[in-house]
């Protein structure tokens, strides 16, 4: 079984729990799913899917042999109410957030092609696929006042979020830093005190994370300058003295070559 | 038209809720969404400090010919749409009771509203609507909303009896399995219910001895007078025949919203407390 939302919420239920699931299109072959708690930074899997809840379902019953989690009648009673589940107390994992699927979207809702010849997908220590933390690496993506990601670009090319003229804030970047440096640029921002706020994920590079914007030796001023962050949090207050400023910014990693790749949430407002 | 299911969870300070919501349209959920995001916006005014609607989800549960199905769903979690900052919200055990009507009058179904404004209920559990200023509005529009300014009429999913009156079970089988077969008098089933799953009720078999048997089930019809549990049971050797109703359903379009009252209800187990063993219980 390759499909996998990689991290996006599926649905909404009290506990995870383990199912067996009916996940191929074209086989009646079943596994055992196990639900794993979301993190809390991760979306939804918003596309129109198969692969819910029977909690939610008016009618769990209502068997018709489709793809998804497979009616269970031993743990209702008479069939009708949930009487047991097979609660796995999983953990969450603090990584899984802003991946993209393997599989093409529709399979979530026609099922896996099963395909007996293909490889097997891989999983790490946590039971985690490879394949879906091998999606996110080349990625930078862009969450445009926190409601979808219009744009996925290459972290290394600077990327325009806003466009001329008095740009609106609020602007969302979730990337990773990969050895190196990655900078992207803002277009006409209005003079006056603004405020970035960064998070950090795990593992920080053992030299820290250096952050600056230019040119802000004449235009901006980060409130205490370049600095290194070693904490997981930081808000900073940058001060924009012409307007409009078209301001770079740039988040460095001083390990270079040796550093470790780490996410990063960055907002602006 | 399919008949749709627009749940939202909700979240208080440590409890958890949901509450659904029905109507009829088109299989494609992108035109649903739109329309439970709009009641929640709604329902969200409605709500006090510390609550808010955490998720939207929708999913199809009735097919064009009201046939029950496991249909798709479609979650919606951004933007959270946040409870009233200024009104303190009830406790978690104490709600407002809505109670949907049909245009006829004679149908009617509850709905349970968690996360009131603490305001517009008093000490003793009276609702004064009154006292909140603004829940008045919040109300009427939320009302609409259920009742076609969101686009849909909303309503639920009530079930009736679907067989011939006279149908009766003549006989049942427990088998290698567990499963019960039952017998049936002809035509009990309609020919396309066979090969399906069906939701059907026992009555009075075996009487006047009492009998598991007699109660709700869920069964696999096998013919058109025949049908098999989906789960095992016991039962004693087969006496005398019993009455069987099959249900069909259907959505009841709700015509008029009425607030009845506070009314309080237990909570359930708190957010993010893990599933222990259960408290002892007195023996005896």
Known sequence: MHLDPCGAIMDY???PYNVPVKPFANSDTQVTLSWRPASPDADVFEEQHQFTSLFHSHFPWADDGQVGEVFDPSIYHGGLRP??????????????????????LEAFRQGETFDPLRPAAEYNEDGFPRCCLAYFKPRLGVVWGMRSVVSVVSPLVPNTCGGAGGAPLGVTVEAILPAGAIYWYRLGILSGAHRYHIRYGFPLPSGGVQWTCTPWAVQCLIAS??????????????????????????????????????????TIT | MATIKGTLIFRGTDHGWTESYFWSGTNNLNFHTPILDFIAQKRAALLGNDCEVRARRVSIELDDANNPVRG???????????????????????????????????????????GIWDVVETTDGQ???????????????????????SGANVGWIARGPLSPANAQVVDYLEEDSGQVTF?????????????????????????????????????????TNSARTIVPVSAFPFLSPGK????????VVAAN?????????????PLLVRRGRQARRPLG
């Open chain 1, 13 to 15: 239920v009290r506990d």
């Open chain 2, 244 to 251: 069987l109703t099959v249900y069909g359903f259907v959505l």
């Open chain 2, 183 to 223: 017998t049936t008098t002809a035509d009990a089933f309609t020919g396309p219910m066979v090969g399906t799953r069906r939701h059907i009720r026992i009555s009075g078999i075996n009487a006047p001895t009492k009998s598991v048997l007699n109660r709700e089930w869920v069964v696999d019809v096998l013919s």
């Open chain 1, 83 to 104: 009487v047991n589940r097979w609660w796995n107390n999983l953990p969450a994992l603090d990584y899984d957030v802003g991946l993209t699927p393997c599989e093409p």
């Open chain 1, 225 to 266: 300058g370049p600095s290194d962050f070693g904490t997981i949090e930081e808000e900073r207050d940058i001060t924009v003295f012409t307007s409009p400023t078209d301001l770079s910014f740039y988040l460095f990693n001083p390990d270079g070559a040796n550093a470790h790749s780490f996410r990063f949430k960055l």
């Open chain 2, 257 to 269: 919203i009425l607030e009845e009252g506070i009314i309080f209800r237990s909570v359930g187990r």
């Open chain 2, 72 to 114: 798709d769903a479609q979650l919606r979690r951004k933007p959270v749409y946040f409870g009233n900052p200024d009104q303190p919200a009830a406790a978690p055990g104490t709600g407002l009771q809505l109670r949907f009507e049909n245009a006829a009058g004679t149908n009617h179904k509850n709905l349970f509203m968690r």
């Open chain 2, 127 to 149: 609702y004064q609507p009154g006292a909140g200023a603004g829940w008045g509005g919040a109300m009427a529009a939320f009302i609409s909303a259920l009742l076609g300014a």
